[in-house]
């Protein structure tokens, strides 16, 4: 999961150049550009999202999925202030998991429509547009109620 700022710790060995040493975060479906313009809308998300808390997460879901994203939301610092978008792009599944406090905000509906448009994002083969576009959707339906 990601939330706001991701820290990638791996063992260094000595033995390579700095040119070899790969922090583990980049093993994942993003390049450095893409994890910094996700950094960023995480950033704006918490700063302008209605006071909630906003957390990513990339890679598998066991099933049932939408169980394995609310285990994962229920593990989150605050729940029932936070929102986690959940999106294993190997089994083409996406969720948004909202506390209590966040559903006030952020209805089934609008987070719904969100769904759509990150979904068309993904179709469009733009998983970092598509969660960016997500995260700016929510934040301004909870910033707006």
Do not use: C
Request: charged letters at 25%.
């Amino acid at each position: 999961m990601a939330s706001g700022k991701t820290i990638a710790q791996r063992q260094v060995r000595t033995d390579r150049s700095p040119e070899e040493v790969r922090p583990a975060v980049l093993d994942g479906p993003f390049d450095t550009r893409q994890l910094l313009h996700l950094d960023e809308a995480l950033t704006t998300a918490e700063r302008e999202g209605g006071g909630l808390h906003y957390s990513v997460y990339v890679g598998p879901l066991h099933d049932p999925v939408r169980g394995a994203a609310e285990a994962m939301h229920d593990r989150l610092k605050e729940p029932d202030k936070s929102v986690l978008i959940a999106v294993s792009p190997e089994q083409r599944q996406l969720e948004i998991v909202t506390g209590k406090l966040a559903q006030e905000k952020i209805p089934d509906r609008a987070a719904a429509l969100v769904v759509f448009s990150m979904e068309a994002a993904f179709g469009a083969g733009q998983l970092d547009g598509g969660i960016v576009t997500g995260l700016r959707m929510l934040a301004e339906t909870a910033a707006a109620a």
